[in-house]
């Protein structure tokens, strides 16, 4: 089909943020939600986005494994909590991380860095990390999970044991003000707890649409970590429970 400019604008929000609501659109574009969603039909019609309670999304490609799928969604706040988090490690550090989108974005951005010792059970980040900018990277062995290339279970957690490091850096899939970070797999929530414990600062990330969700799993307390960075402000229930646990909030935008 022939977009207009508002279509063409439309599957640019998605490219960049791989889901977005339909109200989200109509706040970027400053059009009505009678508007978008005249705008979404037809490229729904024709299968160039998928539209899903309240939300839109880009099609999943054949054969695209789910955390491909997961890299696209909010990508722009991943990208840009990445940039952030990338500001506070310097040339010579040690950081641990587990596997995440956000983590393996953060990755990318550590290849602006040089001298770093890495450790992490994700072969995305290793195969990212290694054999450049005078790095030595290690990784943890166990058994590995298709869709993520990771290696999870009880050797993973045992290799990174052996080590300190000065940023450890974990990702969630859900920050419950109740509970505090959680996830949906047992296997990664033990392996984040444990990186959090091998290092001297404390740091999880997350965008904003992991917030008031509960998953399966609990990772940790808030005061097992120091630092929060995410995209937008947590809600106020979640603010005051990340403030009573000592945690520093640090958005993305650098506030």
Known sequence: MRHSKRHSAILRILREEGTC????????LGVSLETIRRDVKPLAQVGELLKMHGAVTLPYQVGEAPF???????????RAIAVEAARGIEDGDSVMLDTGTTTSLLGRELLKKHG?????????IARTLATVNGN?????????????GAAFGRSAIDFISHFKVRHAVISIGALDAATGPMDYS???????????????????????SKFGRTALVKVCGFADFDTLIADRPAPDDLAAALSAGGVETVLADGR
């Open 136 to 148: 030595t990277v290690y990784m943890a062995g166990g058994e590995l999970r298709g869709d993520n």
């Open 186 to 208: 047992l296997e990664e929530a033990e392996f984040a707890r444990r990186v959090l414990t091998r290092g001297e600062k404390r740091i999880v990330v997350t965008d904003a």
């Open 68 to 78: 491909e799928r997961r890299m696209r969604d909010h990508a722009g706040a991943k």
């Open 21 to 28: 609501t339909v109200a989200g659109l109509a706040a970027r």
């Open 116 to 124: 770093l010792t890495v450790v992490t059970n994700s072969s995305d």
